[in-house]
């Protein structure tokens, strides 16, 4: 029964990743809880350290890499802030599109975000643009990173159990 609750939040923080939601944490903590809950159950500390170094190296990359790419594309670093907060507000309020609206409201408002704080700095509607769409593509790149972050973790987790358990490995 445990193997299946990590297992089920193993995956139900899987899917909130792209959706701008702490599911990376919600992986690092299902495994911290996993291994409390069963001490002889192959989970110790080396699968959780890797659970939470590759959750906060993608919380890290999620911030360097907008950033990089709202700044390669023209933007200002005022521009590349904005984007990550249009991001997040864009992810809250989500747009009216089912399933998918707070993935599309965070890629929107990272474009927006960047958008509008060129423009409040005296930059063309051109370079604002480009500025931005370089914001749009560093959000999408960010969101890939999070989430092959989140398929490592569970990909380690599950690997540790189910290694540590197999009758196929002497203990």
Do not use: D, Q
Not at 43 to 53: C, E, F, L, N
Not at 120 to 141: F, I
Request: charge should be positive; glycine fraction near 16%.
């Amino acid at each position: 029964m445990a193997f299946f609750l990590l297992l089920l939040a193993l995956a139900a923080g899987l899917v909130l990743v792209p959706f701008g939601l702490p599911g990376l944490w919600l992986m690092a903590l299902s495994v911290g809880v996993y291994a409390w809950r069963v001490p002889a159950g192959g989970i110790g500390p080396w699968t959780i350290g890797v659970a939470v170094g590759l959750a906060l190296a993608a919380e890290i990359a999620e911030f360097v890499v907008t950033a990089r790419a709202t700044r390669r594309a023209g933007g200002s670093s005022r521009g590349a802030w904005w984007a990550l907060g249009g991001s997040l507000v864009g992810a809250v309020l989500g747009v009216p599109v089912p399933v998918a609206g707070s993935l599309v409201g965070a890629f929107l408002g990272a474009f927006v975000g960047a958008w509008f704080a060129e423009i409040t700095l005296g930059r063309s509607v051109g370079n604002a643009t480009e500025a931005a769409a370089g914001a749009l593509v560093g959000r999408v790149v960010a969101v890939a990173l999070k989430v092959a972050a989140g398929v490592m973790i569970a990909v380690w987790a599950v690997g540790a159990v189910v290694l540590h358990t197999s009758s196929a490995f002497p203990r």
